[in-house]
Structure formats: structure tokens, C-alpha cells
């Protein structure tokens, strides 16, 4: 009966180092992992615009494009309430040129997506450009339509062309 004993004891110690280095071993994995998933996090996030640069960038075109106001008020009074304005400003400069890449360079500048957005979708009205400095903003002809001569415009070419939407 003593011989059994002992056999069960170091049965049971060897499968607990079993089990104990199969734990470790996880343990190793997922560190491993939430290293990676870290890393990759903090790169995406070092890849993002700062939320005081997002927060300039928006204050800016508002205060240069007061017809989003209008947007926003004719959103949410033809859907009754259920949509409402929405400002998206990607996270990299890009390269602006007057009409495609070889035209006139015009800067860096952050991409701004102006539209309605309701529960279950979005849809984009205009896209503008803030310079990186915040002191210029374009309009994005996105669709290139009849009659355009520019990939981008200033405000007042924007405002004095047929793509100018009065809303009423």
C-alpha cells in the first residue's frame, strides 16, 4: 500500500509540472500576443492626428465654411431629426495638387469629409481640405462635373461656381 502511495505522488507531481509548464507556456503566448496587439495599437495610434489638432482642423473649416451650420440645420429638418451633420477628418496630411498629381502643388492638407449621418449609414456632401497650418481651406470636386476646370478649389471659387449648393 506504500509502494501505491508513492506511485500516486509522483504521478500527481508529474502531472502537475505538466500542467504547470503547459501554463507557462500560455502565459508565454499570450504575452507574446498583447505585445503585439500593443505594438500594433500604439502604432495606428502614433499614425493619428492629435485630438487638439483634430479639434483646430474642425474649428477652423466651421469657421470658414459657415454654410455647414445651414448644412445642419436643413439635415436634421428634412429627415425629421433622424440624421444629423457629420465632420470625418482623416488622420494623414496628403499631398494637394490643383487638378491631379504633375499641376500646380498647393501643400499638405488634412482631408475633410462633410455629410449627413444616420443610423445605419452615411452620406458625404462635400470634401474639403485644411492645410496643415490651418489657414486654407479647398473644396474637392469629387465627381469631376460638367463644366469643371479643377480638382480643387479656393472658398471663393467654390462659392462662385455651379457646384456651390444653396440649399432651401
Not at 462633410?114 to 481640405?129: A, K, L, M, N, P
Not at 490651418?134 to 465627381?143: A, P
Amino acid at each position: 500500500m506504500e509502494k501505491v502511495k508513492i506511485a500516486i505522488i509522483i504521478l500527481l507531481s508529474i502531472l502537475l509540472s505538466a500542467c504547470s509548464k503547459q501554463v507557462e507556456e500560455q502565459d508565454s503566448i499570450y504575452n507574446i500576443e498583447h505585445v503585439a496587439e500593443t505594438s500594433e495599437s500604439s502604432l495606428k495610434e502614433s499614425q493619428k492626428t492629435e485630438p487638439e489638432k483634430t479639434d483646430q482642423i474642425e474649428q477652423f473649416l466651421c469657421e470658414q465654411v459657415p454654410e455647414l451650420n445651414d448644412y445642419a440645420d436643413y439635415i436634421s429638418s428634412q429627415s425629421d431629426g433622424a440624421a444629423n451633420l457629420t465632420i470625418h477628418i482623416e488622420d494623414k496630411l496628403v499631398e494637394v495638387y490643383k487638378d491631379g498629381i504633375g499641376s500646380e502643388y498647393l501643400g499638405k492638407y488634412y482631408a475633410v469629409y462633410v455629410g449627413e449621418s444616420w443610423i445605419d449609414h452615411s452620406v458625404r456632401w462635400d470634401t474639403f481640405y485644411v492645410s496643415e497650418n490651418c489657414d486654407k481651406v479647398l473644396w474637392k470636386d469629387t465627381i469631376r462635373l460638367e463644366g469643371s476646370n479643377f480638382d480643387m478649389y479656393t472658398l471663393e471659387e467654390w462659392r462662385s461656381s455651379s457646384h456651390y449648393r444653396i440649399l432651401k
